[in-house]
Structure formats: structure tokens, C-alpha cells
């Protein structure tokens, strides 16, 4: 079963930019489409980015286009989110996983921190 594990989160202040890495213990190409989600407390986790299994962007929400990128290395089963010009109502745990979701491929998360 394909693990994932995230990494890259911490504390910015607002305006810096992080780069989130999702390392798959497998094959990310057989999950299919990949997202980062993300949720902050009180609040429900909300798909942020998809990827489909080519590399193509095919969704970024509203509410980060322009400032997050999100892509994928197929080669090396990892699964990448850039983000640039935080603000903090960005702060959340960030999880990666395929799109749909799938319960079995929740990990720990990575959590973001933006401080004003």
C-alpha cells in the first residue's frame, strides 16, 4: 500500500513563501490525479490543488490562484505545492493525497503557519 508523507510546512510570515513535498512510498502514477488539501481548525478540509497523472494543473482554488503552484515528478513519486505571497488566512494542516481522496492515503500532514 502507497504511503505518502508530507513535509516542508513551518512558521513565515506573511508575504514569505513555502514549498510543500508529498514523497509517495510508491507509485503516484497509479493513484491517478493528485491534490493538496488543506484544513484549518474549526473548518473543513478543502481541496487547494490538483494535478492530473500527466502534470497538468487542471484546479487551483479561488482563493489561491496566482500564489500557489502545484505540481508532480512522476519519476521520483513526489508531489510538489509552491507557495508564494502568504497571507494567513493560509494558516492549515496541508495533506496531500489523490483526487478523489481516498481514506486509505491520509498521512500526518504538514502544518503552515503565517504569521501577519
Known amino acids: 500500500q502507497v504511503q505518502l508523507v508530507e513535509s516542508g510546512g513551518g512558521l513565515v510570515q506573511a508575504g514569505g513563501s513555502l514549498r510543500l513535498s508529498c514523497a509517495a512510498s510508491g507509485s503516484i502514477f497509479s493513484i491517478g490525479d493528485m491534490g493538496w488539501y488543506r484544513q484549518a481548525p474549526g473548518k473543513q478540509r478543502d481541496l487547494v490543488a490538483r494535478v492530473s497523472r500527466g502534470g497538468r494543473t487542471v484546479y487551483v482554488a479561488d482563493s489561491v490562484k496566482g500564489r500557489f503552484t502545484i505540481s508532480r515528478d512522476n519519476d521520483k513519486n513526489t508531489v510538489y505545492l509552491q507557495m508564494n505571497s502568504l497571507k494567513p488566512e493560509d494558516t492549515a494542516a496541508y495533506c496531500c493525497?489523490?483526487?478523489?481522496?481516498?481514506?486509505?492515503?491520509w498521512g500526518q500532514g504538514t502544518q503552515v503557519t503565517v504569521s501577519s
Open positions: 493525497n489523490g483526487v478523489p481522496p481516498s481514506g486509505r492515503y
